[in-house]
């Protein structure tokens, strides 16, 4: 009997054993866990500590792995990292543009990722004169290059029934908002949204009283933007070619001329380049040039249209380079003005 007793007793002290080292494993795995769980969440709830903003981009054909190099990058390689280890890892899906601000959560920029959830980029252009400057300067800001572009803007000028050098009159300069993957053709029609509002009816009936249409102010809107640096003075400048138009005689805009050379550095307009066979130049060609010489700004299309009507036909720059002109309806003025203003550029060693 003493036998069987020392055994139950063993028994005994080898399962109060076995339960205390059972105790202790799910102790050990609870606290493991609790320290992953705490890791976890400490680190989903870090914060990018960056000094400023910064942008990640994810282009079209982007792989899992320069997407992650994409983050390291941006973030900084630790915590690029942490976010890539959160990411989906669908690199089409989360294709776009996003800018992360100091202080996001690691987490909620992995989750931004994998939603799609862009942020929108600012297009902002200005001092545009050619189709080419244009699609260079928006390609930059897209993900889509300049012959994306232009064939996008060939498509919509033929669905539309213009040339395509009308359609470039009617890409108002403005700061548009657009996701960076918005296709290049959605982000012209965005933009000439805004020539459409900018022409409502009462600016169509100003032009037409002019005897213009809205495409017909826009080129004499771009000459005047070239002839003068002066905004104060462009809608008389304007008013001037109206009148010239009305009475039948060429336009002799000196910008016209540089537009058909393709040289806009030009100081001194004459001579052989006067005879340049271009529809654009119009000391020898009559009435409008087929688009404008420049996008014109929606100020100076407003200028044109609300010009005060004068009788000016002739115009020369002021010989003090002040930036302004002389204006008369007299030829024989106009020649005095302009042998004071040719006196001038010899003075100065400015040739043709």
């Known amino acids: 009997m003493s036998k069987d007793n020392?055994?139950?007793?063993?028994?005994?002290?080898?399962?109060?054993?076995?339960?205390?080292?059972?105790?202790?494993?799910?102790?050990?795995?609870?606290?493991?866990?609790?320290?992953?769980?705490?890791?976890?969440?400490t680190?989903?709830?870090?914060?990018?500590?960056?000094?400023?903003?910064?942008?990640?981009?994810?282009?079209?054909?982007?792989?899992?792995?320069?997407?992650?190099d994409s983050l390291r990058e941006a973030l900084g390689d630790e915590y690029g990292r942490k976010v890539a280890g959160y990411w989906g890892g669908n690199p089409a899906k989360s294709r776009g543009a996003y800018l992360v601000e100091p202080g996001e959560k690691a987490i909620n920029i992995a989750r931004m990722l994998d939603s799609g959830r862009q942020t929108p980029v600012r297009l902002t252009f200005n001092n545009i004169r050619t189709l080419d400057?244009?699609?260079?300067?928006?390609?930059?800001?897209?993900?889509?290059?300049?012959?994306?572009?232009?064939?996008?803007?060939?498509?919509?000028?033929?669905?539309?029934?213009?040339?395509?050098?009308?359609?470039?009159?009617?890409?108002?300069?403005?700061?548009?908002?657009?996701?960076?993957?918005?296709d290049p053709r959605k982000?012209?029609?965005?933009?000439?949204?805004?020539?459409?509002?900018?022409?409502?009816?009462?600016?169509?009936?100003?032009?037409?009283?002019?005897?213009?249409?809205?495409?017909?102010v826009e080129v004499i809107a771009s000459i005047a933007e070239e002839e003068t640096a002066k905004a104060d003075e462009r809608g008389k400048v304007a008013r001037l070619y109206v009148n010239r138009l009305k009475r039948g005689m060429k336009l002799q805009a000196d910008p016209t001329v540089k537009y058909a050379v393709g040289d806009f550095s030009i100081k001194r307009v004459g001579?052989?380049?006067?005879?340049?066979?271009?529809?654009?130049?119009?000391?020898?060609?009559?009435?409008?040039?087929?688009?404008?010489?420049?996008?014109p700004d929606k100020r100076t299309l407003q200028a044109v249209i609300d010009a005060p009507e004068h009788g000016?036909?002739?115009?020369?720059?002021?010989?003090?380079?002040?930036?302004?002109?002389?204006?008369?309806?007299?030829?024989?003025?106009h020649q005095h003005n302009a042998a004071a203003f040719r006196k001038a550029l010899d003075a100065r060693g400015i040739k043709l």
């Not at 989903?44 to 320069?66: C, F, N």
């Not at 000439?192 to 495409?215: C, I, M, Q, V």
């Open 133 to 182: 400057q244009l699609a260079e300067r928006l390609a930059s800001r897209m993900d889509w290059g300049e012959e994306d572009f232009k064939e996008a803007f060939a498509r919509e000028a033929e669905a539309q029934g213009v040339s395509e050098a009308v359609l470039l009159g009617r890409m108002m300069p403005d700061t548009y908002e657009v996701y960076w993957t918005t």
């Open 271 to 295: 001579g052989p380049m006067l005879d340049i066979d271009s529809p654009y130049n119009t000391y020898r060609y009559e009435g409008l040039p087929p688009g404008p010489i420049r996008i």
């Open 312 to 333: 000016y036909i002739y115009m020369c720059a002021r010989a003090d380079f002040s930036g302004y002109h002389d204006f008369t309806s007299d030829y024989s003025t």
């Open 187 to 216: 982000t012209i029609q965005k933009i000439l949204k805004n020539h459409d509002s900018f022409w409502n009816e009462e600016r169509r009936g100003k032009a037409a009283a002019l005897g213009l249409t809205p495409d017909e």
């Open 6 to 41: 020392n055994r139950r007793k063993e028994d005994g002290k080898d399962k109060k054993r076995a339960k205390r080292r059972g105790r202790v494993a799910v102790t050990v795995i609870a606290l493991a866990v609790m320290c992953w769980g705490v890791w976890q969440f």
């Open 43 to 68: 680190s989903m709830a870090s914060r990018y500590d960056g000094d400023e903003a910064v942008w990640i981009r994810i282009p079209q054909g982007a792989t899992k792995e320069s997407v992650a």
